[in-house]
C-alpha cells in the first residue's frame, strides 16, 4: 500500500485567513480525494483530485472555498480559504492503490 | 443513493471479552466494504476489506468480517478484546457501481471503549 505524508499536522489558524495543507505520496497514483472530518462526525468528501484536470467537488464543497493544485501524480494540496471557526476539523487526504486505500494521518484545524 | 449505517455509537466491552461490531449498507450492485479504525488524533488504519469470494474476511489485529448479502451486512468482529482496541471504527462503502470509484462513503462510527 502507498505511504502519505500529510501536513501540517495541526495548526491553529485566525478566521478570515487561509491555510494550505500538502499531501505527499511514494507512489504515483491516479486520483487523490480529500476529506473533512468534523468534530464527533464522520468523514465527508470534499473533492477528487485527479493530475492534470480541475478537481471534481461534492455536492456542498466550492473550489472558492477549497482550492485543490494536483501538480504530480504524487503530491496534491488543499487549501482552506477565509476560514472561520465551521471550518474546525480534521482534514484527511486518501488515495486508492489496487484497492487498498490510504489515508494520511490528517491535519487538524482550529479556527478562532 | 448509496449509504453505510453504523446503528451502535459507542460499545463498551470488557478486555477479554468478545466484540462484534454492526454495519448496514445500502447498495444496488456487489459493494466493495472496509473496515477503519481511528485511534485518538490518529489518522484511518485499514482493518480489512471484502469485494468478492469468501464472504468471512480476514484482517489485520485478529479482526474478522463477514459479508451477508441477504442481510445487508458486514459485521466486524474480534473473539477477544485488548485495551488497546478501543479507538473509533468506521464501516464504509465504495461509491463506484459496480466498480471501484476510488472513494468512500463512511458510516458515523462506533466508539469503542474497553474495560480492565
Known amino acids: 500500500s502507498a505511504v502519505i505524508s500529510q501536513k501540517p499536522s495541526r495548526d491553529i489558524c485566525q478566521r478570515g485567513t487561509s491555510l494550505t495543507i500538502q499531501c505527499q505520496v511514494d507512489?504515483?497514483?491516479?486520483?487523490m480525494f480529500w476529506y473533512r472530518q468534523q468534530p464527533g462526525q464522520s468523514l465527508t468528501l470534499i473533492a477528487t483530485?485527479?493530475?492534470?484536470?480541475?478537481?471534481?467537488?461534492e455536492s456542498g464543497f466550492v473550489i472558492d472555498k477549497f482550492p485543490i493544485s494536483r501538480p504530480n501524480l504524487t503530491f496534491s494540496t488543499l487549501t482552506v480559504s477565509n476560514m472561520s471557526p465551521e471550518d474546525s476539523s480534521i482534514y484527511l487526504c486518501?488515495?486508492?492503490?489496487?484497492?487498498?486505500?490510504?489515508f494520511g494521518s490528517g491535519t487538524r484545524l482550529t479556527v478562532v | 443513493a448509496q449509504s453505510v449505517t453504523q446503528p451502535d455509537i459507542h460499545i463498551t466491552v470488557s478486555e477479554g471479552a468478545s466484540l462484534e461490531l454492526r454495519c448496514n449498507y445500502s447498495?444496488?450492485?456487489?459493494?466493495?466494504l472496509f473496515w477503519y479504525v481511528q485511534s485518538p488524533g490518529q489518522g484511518l488504519q485499514l482493518l480489512l476489506k471484502?469485494?468478492?469470494?469468501?464472504?468471512l474476511v480476514q484482517g489485520i489485529k485478529g479482526f474478522e468480517a463477514e459479508f451477508k448479502r441477504s442481510q445487508s451486512s458486514f459485521n466486524l468482529r474480534k473473539p477477544s478484546v485488548h485495551w488497546s482496541d478501543a479507538a473509533e471504527y468506521f464501516c464504509?462503502?465504495?461509491?463506484?457501481?459496480?466498480?471501484?470509484?476510488?472513494?468512500?462513503?463512511f458510516g458515523k462510527g462506533t466508539k469503542l471503549s474497553v474495560k480492565p
Open positions: 507512489s504515483q497514483v491516479t486520483m
Open positions: 486518501s488515495v486508492e492503490v489496487n484497492y487498498g486505500y490510504t
Open positions: 464504509a462503502v465504495d461509491r463506484g457501481d459496480g466498480g471501484s470509484q476510488g472513494n468512500l462513503i
Open positions: 471484502y469485494f468478492s469470494g469468501d464472504t
Open positions: 483530485a485527479n493530475q492534470g484536470s480541475e478537481a471534481t467537488y
Open positions: 447498495y444496488g450492485a456487489t459493494p466493495y
